[in-house]
């Protein structure tokens, strides 16, 4: 069974916000005022910010790093198990990925207050675009606009697996893990960034998964992240 997970290289981040932004077109998220932004009620699935000091990520030549985080997808996820509708869930059949059902959310945000990496965001205002980003919003049904109210959240745009999954099934082959990649692996512009199967020991991510480098954000807490970061030292 496919495992999916991402590596992201901290070293070779350049902090381009180049994965923001093609999340961002990718999955439709809400773009807010700048007054709404400092009320802290911004959506960036994907969200690149400095870390001027830390132990962990701190590196020795500049005294500063940027850290850039998606959902971890975590193989024990705390917003599961306090979600009193279950509208988050975990799907094996699709890969592990930690999704939710918008239409069961009820805007209860204990998913958003389990989550000890910040990753969830609640719509408190109507999804409103400007005509310049409107005109390029994904049309996938998927991905369409989230109602004010709920809870939403990375889900490793699942939309282009099914759609990955479909095109093999047309061409008459089979799916191979390659043909599926989050919007933010396929732009980064530094090649920071890598996805595949975790569960497969010859995949580039599950190699790079094992690296001296490799380690989790916030381990002790024992949520077994599917995001795994590379750093030097």
Known sequence: MTRWGMVIDLDKCVACQACTVACRMENNTPVVS????????????NEVFPLESHAELAAEDTGADFLTRPCQHCDN???????PVQATYKSDETGGQVLQRYERCIGCRFCTVACPYGVRYFNWYAPEWNPEIARHLNPDEEVSPRARGIVEKCTFCIQRLHKAEQLAEEEGREFRA?????????????????????DDPDSLV????????????????????????????
């Open 77 to 83: 996820p705390p917003c599961i198990k306090v979600c």
């Open 206 to 233: 599950s190699q790079l998964a094992r690296s001296r480098r490799a380690f989790r954000l916030l381990e002790e807490l024992g949520t077994r992240p599917k995001v795994i970061y590379l750093k030097e030292g």
């Open 178 to 198: 390659s043909d599926y990649q989050p919007a933010c692996v396929q732009t980064c512009t530094g090649k920071a960034r890598f996805f595949g199967d975790l």
């Open 34 to 45: 700048p007054e709404e932004s400092e009320l802290g009620r911004s959506i960036l699935w």
